[in-house]
T-cell receptor, first 112, second 116 residues
Framework: TQLLEQSPQFLSIQEGENLTVYCNSS?????LQWYRQEPGEGPVLLVT???GGEVKKLKRLTFQFGDARKDSSLHITAAQPGDTGLYLC????????????WGLGTSLAVNP | DAGVIQSPRHEVTEMGQEVTLRCKPI?????LFWYRQTMMRGLELLIY????????DSGMPEDRFSAKMPNASFSTLKIQPSEPRDSAVYFC??????????????FGSGTRLTVV
C-alpha cells in the first residue's frame, strides 16, 4: 500500500522557471523529510519538517508541511540544471520514529 | 567523513548463486538500514538495526534474504539463492539517534544487483 503520493511523477522544465511538487497522504505524520537523489547515487537529505504549517527555506527551495501534517510541498524558484534529480518525500508515523514511509518520487529535469 | 560505504557497486550473478552485499556505516551512527529500490515499488525498507541488534525485519521478502551486523562498523545483506526478481539497487543507510527527527538518514551509493 502506497501511503505517500507524489505529484507530478515527471517534470521537465527550462532553466529559470519555477515549479512546485507535492507529497500527499491520508495519514498523519509526526515529521516529513525531503531527499534528492541523483543517478547512480543514494538519496541525500534536504530538510526535515516537524510542525504543522512549518515553512523551511534552503536557498531557492521552499518546503512546507501542511497544517494537518498529512501533506507537504516543495517549491523551487528559478530552477537550475543542478536541481535535476529525483525528489523523494518520506514520512514518519507517529507510532514508530524509525521507519519511514516513502513516496515514489518526482523526477525533475531542468534543461539549460 | 567518508560517508556510508557500500560494496560492490555493481554485481551481476546467475540465478541460484549466493550474493553478499556489504556496508560500512558512518562511525558513531547507531542505526543502520537496508533498503531496496525499484522503479515500480520505490524504496522499500528490508531491515534495520539499532546498536547492532535487528529491530524489524518485516520487510525482508522471504527466507532467501538474511542480514547481519556483527559490529558497529559492518553489516551484510545476503541473498541465497538469488532470483531474477531480486534485481534492484540495494542501499544501506545509517543514522545517529533513535528518533526520526533527530537526524536524517545518510545513504550509501548503493549496489546495483542484476540476477540473470
Amino acid at each position: 500500500t502506497q501511503l505517500l503520493e507524489q505529484s507530478p511523477q515527471f517534470l521537465s522544465i527550462q532553466e529559470g522557471e519555477n515549479l512546485t511538487v507535492y507529497c500527499n497522504s491520508s495519514s498523519v505524520f509526526s515529521s516529513l523529510q525531503w531527499y534528492r537523489q541523483e543517478p547512480g547515487e543514494g538519496p541525500v537529505l534536504l530538510v526535515t519538517v516537524v510542525t504543522g504549517g512549518e515553512v523551511k527555506k534552503l536557498k531557492r527551495l521552499t518546503f512546507q508541511f501542511g497544517d494537518a501534517r498529512k501533506d507537504s510541498s516543495l517549491h523551487i524558484t528559478a530552477a537550475q540544471p543542478g536541481d535535476t534529480g529525483l525528489y523523494l518525500c518520506a514520512g514518519a508515523g507517529a507510532g514508530n520514529n524509525r521507519k519511514l514511509i516513502w513516496g515514489l518520487g518526482t523526477s525533475l529535469a531542468v534543461n539549460p | 567523513d567518508a560517508g556510508v560505504i557500500q560494496s560492490p557497486r555493481h554485481e551481476v550473478t546467475e540465478m541460484g548463486q549466493e550474493v553478499t552485499l556489504r556496508c560500512k556505516p558512518i562511525s558513531g551512527h547507531n542505526s543502520l538500514f537496508w533498503y531496496r529500490q525499484t522503479m515500480m515499488r520505490g524504496l522499500e525498507l528490508l531491515i534495520y538495526f539499532n546498536n547492532n541488534v535487528p529491530i524489524d525485519d518485516s520487510g525482508m521478502p522471504e527466507d532467501r534474504f538474511s542480514a547481519k551486523m556483527p559490529n558497529a562498523s559492518f553489516s551484510t545483506l545476503k541473498i541465497q539463492p538469488s532470483e531474477p526478481r531480486d534485481s534492484a539497487v540495494y542501499f544501506c543507510a545509517s543514522r545517529l539517534g533513535a528518533k526520526t527527527t533527530d537526524y536524517g538518514y545518510t545513504f550509501g551509493s548503493g549496489t546495483r544487483l542484476t540476477v540473470v
